[in-house]
């Protein structure tokens, strides 16, 4: 069975720093691109960052970028999300999540979709 | 930016059949996956729906994806509608190494 459990969420005041972890089990981590994906309360779903398979390449949501690092241990089967300059817009639910599906367009091959989900932990950056 | 429009809420009563709506607000929402997500409250996100029309192993026939060019949308039909499909559903996609999220559609089965 597939778990991802993610550790690490608190309350942060802003402008600080914290740093998510998630633990995966049940596949093979290392041929998986991951994801973070957060849910402010009350609110919908925002991707925020992805990481390939070997850690080579990261993408981000612009509203982060420069602010938030996505990484990856294979050797641990570990994710990792740090974070810097938080803003109270970044409170949410954070979910690690598994990216899977591979489709290729103009050279460049992407996974599709998110499956499955952690159970989420919450960030909370207030003062 | 790329963004993906669904209506904010639907209603139908049990045993009916309900379709939500994914908008994509530029280029062609058929040149890249559309996925679709069930969250019911309390709970974590799963998918119903991968690939535009494709179900997980598990997701019930009556759940359905589909794509419409001329309207530059996805859909989402539920049939039969049951009272456990109350919940908040949401489409995602893709587009230049940015994978983007609908708002949501909260169902109601009433």
């Known amino acids: 069975e597939v778990q991802l459990v993610e550790s690490g969420g608190g309350l942060v005041q802003p402008g600080g720093s914290l740093g998510l972890s998630c633990a995966a089990s049940?596949?093979?981590?290392?041929?998986?691109?991951m994801s973070w994906v957060r849910q402010a309360p009350g609110k919908g779903l925002e991707w925020v960052a992805n990481i390939k398979y070997d850690g080579s390449e990261t993408y981000y949501v612009d509203s982060v970028k420069g602010r938030f690092t996505v990484s990856k241990d294979n050797a641990k089967d570990s994710l990792h999300l740090h974070m810097i300059s938080l803003r109270e817009e970044d409170t949410a639910v954070y979910y690690c999540?598994?990216?899977?599906?591979?489709?290729?367009?103009?050279?460049?091959?992407?996974?599709?979709?998110?499956?499955?989900w952690g159970q989420g932990i919450l960030v909370t950056v207030a003062s | 930016n790329f963004m993906l429009t669904q209506p904010h809420s639907v209603s139908e009563s049990p045993g009916k059949t309900v379709t939500i709506s994914c908008t994509g607000s530029?280029?062609?929402?058929?040149?890249?996956?559309v996925q679709w997500y069930q969250q019911r409250p309390g709970s974590v996100p799963t998918t119903v729906i991968y690939e535009d029309n494709r179900r997980p192993s598990g997701v019930p026939d009556r759940f359905s994806g589909s794509i419409d060019r001329p309207s530059n949308s996805a859909s989402l039909t539920i049939s039969g509608l049951k009272t456990e499909d109350e919940a908040d559903y949401y489409c995602q996609s893709y587009t230049d190494r940015v994978w983007v999220f609908g708002g949501g559609t909260k169902l109601t089965v009433l």
């Open positions: 530029s280029g062609s929402i058929a040149s890249n996956y």
């Open positions: 049940g596949f093979t981590f290392r041929s998986h691109w």
């Open positions: 999540v598994r990216v899977v599906g591979i489709f290729c367009r103009d050279s460049f091959c992407y996974p599709t979709w998110f499956d499955p």
